[in-house]
């Protein structure tokens, strides 16, 4: 009897042993033969250098991921599939209310997914740099009080850029520099979604510094989390940058929705390159308050998202004004975009469609659909646009905003004050810090703009980037432009025009392709009405073929 009880003990150690352990433990690999296929890739930013980050132990996320899978198995995830895969947040909503679903198993269906997915050597996307330790015990305070909910972003998973701060984990801004910078201040727009019962379920990679590290080197790679892949195409299709891993885990349902950034593209080019939905909002109407930043010119967050519906909820969720951030002052705010959007229709609506775009047949077939909506189509010249001084400006504005961030946002911790230090920095290790340089970065150390030449440069880039719009917008009287993924980004920048890419379709070769919306300041509940009426007429979008 005694033989027995000591075998029995030594079973259920060994079923302890085997749950604990149940997400294998990443071995990295040799990588030189995946390497050497992109070298002769056609476009220069898809010949990569490294693929595996050289910084980040993906254990270390499998800890925090593990821990928050007790009694959740394989067989949980595929009886619950049906309910989370591809669905929106008012069906997620209305499953959890029916009882069908708890916001405790749909935040550990994602994290299931995500572990599966990125232990997957020929799966793995590099698209997350963090994991919250908390977001499973998060979902069960919100299951305790969903009588409570106000907002349908209660109780839902979303993933933030990781150049937005969110204090109990890194805010690295995919830089080896920012590693440790655990700040106790929560971004503006995280505090906005807390309130409203969001759960933050993990930090996506990013080009570094939001794509403003090196010359020439791919989107979606930083020194942190290596390089973001494509579920569309892995190491074939560019993710976009920068917010190439808030588009990647997305397009790949490893949550609800997530929360990107932009300057100038980084919000438009990975939402159209993993055939989502991406809205650039106007600067102004969301907070930039503890994001890494480039320029308190341009800079905004924004949501990328896999329906329009889910970009309304979750924009806003994010509105409101900030008394830190001078942009947001008399913004609209508290706006349900949601409750009117499935109100949306294309009729009576001027569109101008870029005659050039015509050539590109996607474009075509669906601005023909537009027409059959209702819609009234403009065909329109693009025309050169004079776009002097952008990037002197963004030099400026970063030699400015990057201190002040660390110095109010950053950790306490952080020794650099400003970018030179971190150049500096990066030169020790060049191996693991930038094995495709600085050079952009680099350029904000010679930036002699003065307070007198930057005013005069914002406003001539403004006038140029209104004036580009606003000439064939008048003259034919637009309510809309429509462009394709982020062909108009720098010039929708400049006029501080907001933008919405809506997937419309794939290329021969299988790549996603966005139709972008582009309309007035503060036009944003037009701009995802006209959207939502788009994406329900087409229903373009369709999973990638691997993460099915």
């Known amino acids: 009897m005694k033989k027995v009880c000591i075998l029995l003990l030594l079973a259920l150690a060994s079923c302890k042993v085997t749950q604990k352990s149940a997400i294998p433990t990443w071995t990295p690999y040799d990588e030189s033969d995946e390497l050497a296929k992109t070298a002769t890739h056609e476009s220069q930013r898809m010949r990569f250098k490294l693929i595996q980050s050289r910084n980040l132990d993906k254990n270390e996320l499998w800890k925090q991921v593990s821990k928050q899978l007790t009694n959740f198995s394989a067989k949980d995830y595929e009886a619950l599939k049906p309910f989370i895969l591809e669905q929106d947040i008012p069906t997620l909503q209305a499953a959890v209310q029916s009882g069908k679903l708890t916001y405790e198993k749909l935040t550990q269906w994602y994290l299931y997914r995500i572990a599966t997915y990125e232990n997957d050597r020929d799966k793995f996307l590099n698209n997350l740099i963090a994991i919250n330790p908390n977001a499973v015990a998060e979902a069960r305070q919100r299951d305790k009080n969903k009588s409570a909910v106000s907002h349908p972003i209660y109780g839902m998973p979303i993933i933030l850029k990781d150049n937005i701060n969110l204090s109990g984990l890194p805010t690295t801004a995919g830089a080896q520099a920012f590693s440790n910078n655990i700040s106790p201040k929560d971004a503006f727009i995280v505090d906005r979604l807390q309130d409203q019962g969001a759960i933050f ?72 390159a993993n055939s989502l939905v991406g809205l650039k909002p106007t600067t102004g109407l969301l907070s930039r308050g503890g994001i890494v930043p480039i320029s308190s010119t341009f800079d905004t967050p924004g949501p990328m998202t896999r329906t329009v519906v889910d970009a309304a909820i979750l924009l806003s969720a994010m509105t409101g004004e900030d008394p830190a951030d001078p942009a947001t002052k008399n913004n609209p705010k508290d706006k349900r975009y949601w409750q009117d959007v499935k109100t949306g229709s294309l009729k009576g609506i001027r569109f101008g469609a870029y ?20 819609g009234t189509v403009v065909e329109i010249e693009m025309e050169t646009a004079a776009n002097e001084g952008f990037s002197t400006l963004l030099n400026a504005d970063m030699q400015a905003d990057l201190p002040s961030y660390i110095k109010n946002y950053g950790s306490g911790t952080l020794s650099y004050r400003s970018v030179a230090d971190i150049l500096a920095y990066n030169r020790l290790d060049s191996t693991k810090r930038m094995p495709y340089g600085q050079g952009r970065i680099a ?83 037009k701009l995802l009405k006209i959207g939502f009426a788009f994406e329900q007429a087409t229903k373009a979008r369709r999973l990638p073929d691997d993460y099915k």
């Open 201 to 272: 379920l993990a930090k996506a990679n990013l080009s570094e510094w939001a794509n403003f590290m090196c010359l020439d080197c791919p989107n979606g790679y930083s020194a942190m989390g290596g390089q973001t892949l494509n579920p569309y195409g892995r190491k074939r299709f560019d993710t976009g940058g920068s917010s190439s891993g808030s588009g990647s885990t997305v397009a790949a349902n490893y949550a609800v929705g997530a929360v990107g950034t932009e300057t100038s593209g980084s919000i438009l080019s990975p939402s159209s």
């Open 355 to 374: 005659i050039p775009l015509l050539k590109d047949s996607v474009y075509a077939v669906n601005i023909e659909k537009i027409k059959s909506l209702g």
């Open 443 to 525: 350029g904000v150390t010679k930036a002699t703009t003065s307070p007198d030449e930057m005013a005069q440069l914002r406003s001539n880039i403004r006038k140029n980037g209104v004036s580009y719009f606003e000439k064939p917008m008048q003259q034919h009287k637009l309510d809309v432009v429509l462009s394709i993924n982020n062909r108009s980004a720098g010039l929708a920048a400049a006029a501080n025009y907001p933008c919405l890419t809506v997937p419309m379709g794939y290329k021969t070769n299988g790549e996603p392709i966005g139709m972008t919306f582009i309309a007035r300041p503060f036009e944003e509940d």
